[in-house]
């Protein structure tokens, strides 16, 4: 579950094949502990024995040191080998995806992600997927490289800029999970996360119909609001751009240049991010701001718009 | 560097203070060069590894752009550094047999022949910029902008020679320097083995342009 | 025993346990001339050593600083210290200050410099003013490095991935490419003098079996330096290229490929990381013998074990890249490969213990230092293979778990190689003794500091923390908070070295010339020794680590 207790020491498991892994690692640490403990042991064990000064047999006996040698390359070695082994078949399942799973497209941009499920349907950040079926990702980037990561599945993909990679799985747990971007990707890389929920069948459908996929949802529109640079220069980061803060706008009168005051309501903010040279603002300096028309795709917009509605100007200026 | 000439005669070296013996001095010397050139190669093998790479990620792009490589101004100057390797053999021959004016004679010819190549390189870059195949220019509309993948064929091409032109440069200029040294008196008593070693060098820069030309310009043609 | 091995005039009348006395003896290398300018134009490679040992030794402070920051800001978890750009600059100059500018040159340039012609008998390397000019150019390619951190950082990351680095970050990434580029040339000037001061400097009688293993083990560094490092060059051209003028080959915008990046970064980078392991393994494999007064168990396949690595290492690049789009047949191979390195670290491991084993133990402080470094250098090696595992990687790449793995290695395992060289050739460096407790107690800081330190991030990591963190979700506060804590006894274990040390440059007892009864031509000269190195042509003993208990040598050879 998403609020674990701050000394947990073993991730939530969420699919077989992330049990599965966990068996492997435990395996492995317990084979390492084989071939390692006794070489701790053995160092301090020698090191007090044959202190200098304590009395001890120390001649050795001619034993031929070659086949110690190749004993102690070699039976390691096939040891862990079937680590290796059983690490790649699981591995290589991961990446065959059987035919009737279903398809998630994701795509990975500074610093947001957007899924969409096959229905239509889309969401930022986080994601909303059934268990007990197999769902298949296929991910890409807009910009640099990103990586998906599911660490209650044990899973974790790159979104790269020129092509597609997919992942698929099957959970079988229901349940909120972390979801996080792990390859890093510049400023805002480790809040380019979000939750991943694992429903029943019935429930995902139900969310799909009437739950939060309607939803304009908030956070969704603020990531956009981040990701597509409007904060950047509404909310004043860049240095000598001088826009318009957005707080505290929507439902406001806007006095235009041609001496018109209109109500900023959501058709107004729509059309200023198509066109931002229709409506030119009374007193506005040089209009620097591109068009967003066919750049932004209409969910997003719809996204943006809601969060603006939102925005409200709160008297210590905190506008979150 | 003690001064004593430890070969008599003509031809020799002389031993710098830290080194026993003549012969560990001048398999240090011709070991280290070795050493270096291996670096250099594998640079170069980078380079040529990614451009096939290019090519079989964007075959029609690569043979697009290369199309447009400037084949005979490539072919005249694999000519020109295989008679500079010529001189330049020619030059350490001589020196062997302490023929001091007639070698530097060679190492004049050699770093001539090098600026040559020089001129003609930029004489091919002064075409590609009239053909427009320069993409990097932003000012300059770049002739095959419709296939965009061919960017980075041309591209390549241009880092590679440079980069080539560039130890070429190096080269020349470490040459004119050695002719000048080499042209005073008794300077084959003392560092003979200079012009051997940096023969090294220069056979070496001939044979990346050797790989280069057939990788650049006809493969793909 | 007695070791009276010494030729050399002077010293072999002296008995080798009075100290030298440094200053009526005004001809050692450090006192022979005593100018600035005969320090910053010297072809000595003792001084050189020195100047390295200066210029790293700043380094580390710079990179510590920057993880003293990471630290700081991962006590919180919503960013409340630092904003996310700030930490993200903070990891990036500890990573690349730390692997560039401290951890590569760290062994080979400073001790590989002034004990490779020691060891091998030599007056000095092969080409001395060109050992020299690397240092220069180390420290031109340091001033871009530090040039890009006070104009304002980089935030890249250390691995300056495309198109991340060539077009989307707006920071001053230029310089710290040029910087790093610059670097890679005086490693491979260093590379090539070694290599061919080994292949022809050796002095009569120092056959390549006769070699102690810290001379193998620098060659197959060097090897490695010569071999790899231009590829990481040609690919740091590209990028400079491509980020300055728009000409370069990565470009997704135009087809280019950014993973083609990965693949040249890595084929430098992972072989690089022996180039950081390596020798450290030489400085083990000298203080192990002489502090258990026995012979090295498995001298010949030790020396191989060096080699092995450092041809294996150029095939496992990929296992970096597992979870970024390669393909199947390539991860598997990559996999499988990667398992293979281990066998020649095992073989390193297993022959150190075998050589305590029935030995004369002194548990001084370079002792403490390198049974500390076996310890978690075999915990970060065996992590390495749970990275290497297919399944798992697909779960913890790009984890703390990652930070956990290369952090025991290069701080656990070459920081301590490096800090037990330093006590162990300090007396012959310096000619002077460090203060032996406060060694010993730093040791133990160092250890336990370490442990508190990245133990927690394996757990941290196998949880799913992702690593270049500005912010992370609150339940992995405690484990962060824990590490945190760690590092603050771990600077206190760095810092009593630097005060101790320093100290004793001035206030320590003289040190003889074979203070620990160490066997190796560099013990049969004076502490500290002459400019030449040596009086005469040193005599080569018949076998390397003559100590007084002998191991048997692959039963060929019996004693
Ligand atoms: C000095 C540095 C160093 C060294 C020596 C190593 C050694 C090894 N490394 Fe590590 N590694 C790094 C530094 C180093 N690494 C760094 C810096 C990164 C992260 C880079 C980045 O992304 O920023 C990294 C990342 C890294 C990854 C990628 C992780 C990821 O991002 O997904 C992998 C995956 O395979 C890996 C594997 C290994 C292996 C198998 C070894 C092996 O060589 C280890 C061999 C040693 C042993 C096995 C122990 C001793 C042996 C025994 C006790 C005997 C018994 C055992 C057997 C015979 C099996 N390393
Ligand atoms: C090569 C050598 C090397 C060394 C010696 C170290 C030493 C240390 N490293 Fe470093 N580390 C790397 C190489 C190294 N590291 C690399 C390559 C990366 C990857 C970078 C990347 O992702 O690009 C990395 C990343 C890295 C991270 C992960 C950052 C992230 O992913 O977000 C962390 C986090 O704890 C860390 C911590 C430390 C600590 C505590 C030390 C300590 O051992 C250092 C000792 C210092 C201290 C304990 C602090 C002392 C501080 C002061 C004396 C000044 C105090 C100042 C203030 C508090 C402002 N390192
Ligand atoms: Cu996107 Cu990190
Ligand atoms: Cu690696």
């Known amino acids: 579950m998403k609020a674990q207790s701050a000394l947990a020491l073993w991730p939530p498991a969420a699919s077989a094949t992330a049990v599965e892994t966990d068996h492997i690692i435990l395996g492995f640490t317990v084979l390492t502990l084989l071939l390692t403990v006794p070489v701790f042991l053995a160092i301090t064990y020698f090191a007090l024995r044959y202190r200098q000064g304590e009395v001890a047999d120390r001649t050795t006996d001619g034993r031929r040191s070659v086949l110690i040698e190749i004993s102690w390359m070699l039976i390691p070695y096939v040891l862990t080998l079937f680590f290796f082994g059983w690490g790649a078949k699981l591995f290589i399942d991961s990446r065959h995806p059987p035919p009737d799973a279903m398809v998630v497209e994701a795509v990975g941009r500074q610093w947001m992600w957007k899924f969409q499920h096959p229905t239509g349907q889309s969401e930022i950040n986080d994601l909303h997927l059934p268990i007990d079926q197999p769902v298949r990702i296929r991910i890409t980037s807009q910009d640099v490289i990103h990586a998906l990561y599911l660490p209650a599945l044990r899973l974790q993909i790159a979104a790269l800029p020129d092509r597609t990679t997919e992942i698929w799985f099957k959970a079988d747990r229901t349940g909120t999970y972390r979801l996080y971007c792990s390859e890093y990707c510049g400023t805002d890389h480790s809040v380019m996360d979000g939750n991943l929920t694992l429903m029943t069948q019935a429930a995902y459908q139900d969310w799909l119909t009437h739950g939060g996929a309607q939803q304009s949802n908030v956070a969704a529109g603020r990531a956009i609001y981040e990701s597509y640079g409007c904060a950047g220069c509404h909310d004043g980061a860049v240095a000598g751009v001088k826009a318009p803060a957005l707080a505290g706008l929507y439902g406001r009168a806007v006095h235009l240049a041609d001496g018109r005051t209109i109500t900023a309501d959501a058709d107004y903010i729509r059309a200023k991010i198509l066109n931002p040279n229709a409506n030119r603002l009374a007193g506005g300096g040089k209009q620097v701001m591109p068009s967003f028309a066919g750049v932004i795709p209409a969910d997003d917009l719809d996204r943006l718009v809601g969060y603006l509605k939102s925005y409200h100007r709160v008297a210590d200026g905190e506008t979150r | 560097m003690s001064a ?79 008679c500079s390797s010529l001189t330049m053999s020619a030059a350490i021959e001589l020196s062997r047999l302490g023929w001091q004016r007639m070698m530097v004679g060679c190492l004049v010819a050699t770093a001539s022949l090098g600026a040559l190549f020089l001129v003609l390189k930029g004489y091919e870059y002064y075409a590609d910029y009239e053909e427009h195949m320069m993409p990097f220019l932003a000012r300059r509309p770049y002739a095959l902008a419709e296939q965009p993948a061919t960017r980075l064929f041309v591209n390549l091409y241009y880092v590679a020679t440079a980069l080539h032109a560039v130890h070429l440069l190096t080269g020349i200029a470490i040459l004119v320097g050695l002719t000048w040294k080499a042209s005073r008196p008794g300077f084959l008593q003392r560092h003979q083995n200079w012009i051997e070693v940096y023969g090294l060098y220069w056979h070496f820069i001939d044979l990346i342009w050797i790989i280069a030309f057939p990788v650049l310009y006809v493969v793909n043609r | 025993m007695s070791s009276a091995g010494s030729l050399q005039g002077e010293a072999a009348a002296r008995d080798p346990h009075t100290p030298s006395p440094t200053l009526d003896r005004p001809d050692d290398y450090l006192h022979a001339q005593s100018t600035l300018r005969s320090w910053f134009l010297t072809t000595d490679h003792k001084r050189i050593a020195l100047l390295y040992l200066a210029s790293i030794t700043a380094f580390f402070v710079v990179g510590a600083v920057a993880a003293g920051f990471v630290r700081l800001a991962l006590v919180v978890p919503d960013g409340a210290i630092m904003t996310n750009d700030t930490y993200n600059k903070a990891f990036t100059i500890h990573g690349v200050v730390m692997v560039w500018f401290f951890l590569i040159p760290s062994i ?64 001053w990434v230029l310089p710290a490419l040029i910087g790093v580029t610059i670097v890679g040339f005086s490693s491979i000037l260093t590379g090539l003098n070694f290599v061919v001061t080994i292949h022809t400097m050796r002095a009569p009688g120092m056959t390549w079996f006769r070699l102690p293993i810290f001379v193998w083990t620098h060659y197959a560094t060097s090897l490695i330096f010569l071999l790899a490092t231009p590829v990481i060059t040609l690919a740091l051209i590209l ?22 990046f990965q693949h040249l970064f890595w084929f430098y980078s992972h072989p690089a990381v022996y180039i950081m392991v390596l020798p450290g393994m030489g400085v083990i494999s000298e203080i192990v013998p002489a502090f258990a007064q026995k012979k090295l168990f498995g001298y010949r396949f030790v020396a191989y074990a060096a080699i092995g690595l450092a041809s ?169 908070v824990l590490s945190s804590a760690g590092s603050t006894i771990l600077a206190a274990g760095y810092l009593f070295p630097m005060v101790y040390l320093v100290h004793s440059l001035w206030f320590g007892r003289r040190a003889p010339g074979n203070p620990w009864d160490a066997k190796g031509l560099e013990w049969e000269t004076a502490s500290p020794p002459p400019p030449h190195n040596f009086a005469g042509v040193p005599r080569v003993p018949e076998v390397p680590y003559d100590y007084p208990i002998q191991a048997p040598e692959t039963g060929r050879q019996h004693t």
């Open chain 2, 4 to 82: 004593d000439p430890a070969a008599a005669g003509p031809v020799g070296m002389t031993r710098a203070e830290h080194f026993a013996t003549i012969g560990q001095q001048r398999h240090a010397a011709t070991l280290g060069m070795w050493a270096w050139l291996l670096t250099e190669l594998l640079l170069f093998a980078g380079l040529f590894l990614t451009a096939l790479i290019l090519r079989l990620l964007h075959p029609e792009a690569v043979q697009a752009a290369a199309g447009h490589l400037k084949f005979w101004i490539g072919a005249a100057n694999t000519v020109v550094l295989l």
């Open chain 3, 239 to 260: 990028l400079i290229a491509e980020r300055a003028f728009h000409v370069g080959v990565f470009d997704p915008a135009y087809g280019g490929d950014p993973v083609l």
């Open chain 3, 108 to 171: 080979p340039a400073t001790f590989g410099n002034f004990l490779i012609p020691l060891m091998i008998g030599a007056k000095d390397l092969a080409f001395p003013k060109l050992n020299l000019a690397s240092w220069y150019v180390f420290m031109t390619g340091a001033l871009f490095t530090l040039a890009a951190v006070v104009l304002g950082g980089v935030d890249t990351g250390w691995t300056f991935y495309a198109p991340l680095s060539t077009a989307f970050s707006n920071t």
């Open chain 3, 312 to 480: 294996v290492t150029f095939f496992v690049w990929g296992h970096h890249m597992f979870v970024n789009g390669q393909s199947d047949l390539a991860s598997l191979a990559f996999s499988a490969l990667s398992f293979a390195v281990a066998v020649p670290s095992a073989v390193k491991v297993y022959n150190w213990t075998a050589t305590i084993h029935k030995g004369s133990l002194r548990l001084d402080t370079p002792m403490l230092y390198a049974m500390g470094y076996i310890g978690l250098f075999v915990l970060g090696g065996l992590t390495g293979l749970y990275l290497a595992t297919l399944a798992i990687n697909q779960h913890i790449h790009a984890t703390y778990f990652v930070v956990a793995h290369f952090h025991y290695i290069m701080v656990g395992g070459t920081v301590l190689a490096f800090l037990g060289g330093l006590h162990f050739w300090w007396p012959k460096i310096t000619g002077r003794m460090y203060s032996e407790p406060w060694g010993r107690i730093s040791a133990l800081f160092i250890f336990i500091g370490f442990n508190v330190t990245f133990f927690p991030q394996f757990i941290l990591g196998y949880l799913g923390m992702p690593r270049r963190y500005a912010t992370y979700p609150p339940e992995f506060q405690l484990l962060n």
